[in-house]
């Protein structure tokens, strides 16, 4: 599965393209520090080795996966995710702007659900999808909005029509409160959680990189980080890393420990 650039204008909506294109050399700079636990690790190379094996699976009737769901708490990595499928697919990301699908006047919502599908069809990309509660809430709630519930519905019928030669890549937050109808259109989920110790030190060792640091800060600032997402990680060592610019020194415990107190991360 190769291509280089997505085909045609992108959708709009309130004046405004309904999605940003990343090129696969724009995914490849985001993923540099892309820590994945082991199994989802194991989900990606399997979803990527099927995929590169297209020909033989159709000889054998076996569908080709192409929707994945992501979920867990935020800035645990699901964004990256997308990312890092798309460069390794040598695809272009097709990142959807909820603030221009989702729009106030009756069927408007459905019908641009409906274009940025239709328009991921056109040409192979990886179609993503972040904060997908926002279209996807289970249509089940007594207090529900139905031109939300009819969104639900377009979106049920364009995941049915998506064909294979594009992949949809969707990331929540709020598991529980997704339409189990839509549960069921995906072929492939991944759950995401806080990072664990051997994580955490891994990612923080690709942040620092070839920064000067005093000797065995990784591994109590790893200590320091426990609890902490990916995202606040990258915020308190990028932090680290100025104060220690400023004072013309190598990176010390000093600077995390007080960068740690700034951020002040809300810690599970």
């Known amino acids: 599965m190769n291509k280089s650039s997505s085909a045609g204008r992108l959708p709009r909506a309130k004046g405004i393209d ?14 540099r520090h892309l820590v994945l636990p082991s199994v989802n690790q194991k989900i ?15 000889e054998h009737g076996v569908p080709i996966p192409n929707k994945i769901v992501m979920y867990g708490p935020p800035g645990t990595g699901k964004t990256l995710t997308a990312f890092h499928l798309a460069k390794m697919l040598e695809l272009p990301l097709i990142l959807v702007r909820l603030d221009a699908l989702i729009h106030s006047h009756l069927g408007e919502t459905g019908s641009n659900i409906r274009k940025i599908f239709e328009y991921a069809k056109l040409s192979p990309c990886v179609l993503f999808l972040d904060e997908f509660d926002a279209i996807a809430r289970t249509r089940e709630s007594g207090d529900e ?3 939300m519930a009819r969104a639900v519905n377009t979106l049920l019928q364009c995941l ?7 992949i949809f890549v969707a990331a929540t937050n709020l598991e529980k409160e ?4 839509i549960w069921r259109r995906f072929d492939t989920k991944m759950t995401y959680s806080l990072p664990d110790n051997e994580s955490r030190e891994q990612y923080i060792k690709l942040l620092i990189g070839e920064f000067g640091q005093e000797e065995g800060l990784a591994e109590l600032a790893c200590q320091r980080l426990t609890g902490c997402s990916f995202a606040d990680i990258e915020q308190i060592i990028l932090k680290a890393k100025r104060k220690a610019i400023i004072a013309g020194l190598p990176l010390c415990w000093q600077h995390v420990s007080v960068s740690y107190d700034e951020y002040n991360p809300a810690v599970h």
């Open 18 to 31: 309904m999605a940003t294109c990343y090129m696969p050399k724009e995914c490849a700079r985001k993923v």
């Open 44 to 58: 990606v190379e399997e979803f990527i080795t099927i995929l590169g094996m297209r020909e033989t699976f159709e």
């Open 145 to 147: 909005v139905k031109e």
């Open 160 to 166: 049915d029509d998506f064909g294979d030669s594009s």
């Open 178 to 181: 997704l339409d189990r109808a």
